[in-house]
């Protein structure tokens, strides 16, 4: 699977602004807690509920995260120990790929 830059940074976009916005719920609920009242009650009730079911999945895609990295290290590990040159090929012609990009710029 491949994935860019791009991808990976507006994915990183999106995790914190979903971050954010808990926390966000989380301090609007703590400076409406003196409100009272069977509405408020249940409404806080339910906000609170979604907030942790949020965590929870923010947890499980971080982890979820962690683990592919760590896949993904260990097999470009392998990779580079069963085939060093060609590894090695690969790094002189990324690095040529960057310089000239760079140079033209």
Known sequence: MSTNLTDVSSRDRVAQNFRDLVNDAEALL????AY????????????????ETAKGAI????????????EASANTETYVRANPWQAVGI????GALV???????
């Open 99 to 105: 310089g000239f990009i760079a140079h033209r710029r």
């Open 59 to 70: 947890h499980d895609l971080e982890g979820r995260a962690i683990d592919r990295y760590k």
């Open 91 to 94: 790094a002189v012609a990324v």
């Open 36 to 51: 009272t009242g069977e509405g408020y009650e249940t409404a806080r009730a339910n906000v609170v509920s979604r907030i």
């Open 30 to 33: 703590k400076s409406t807690a």
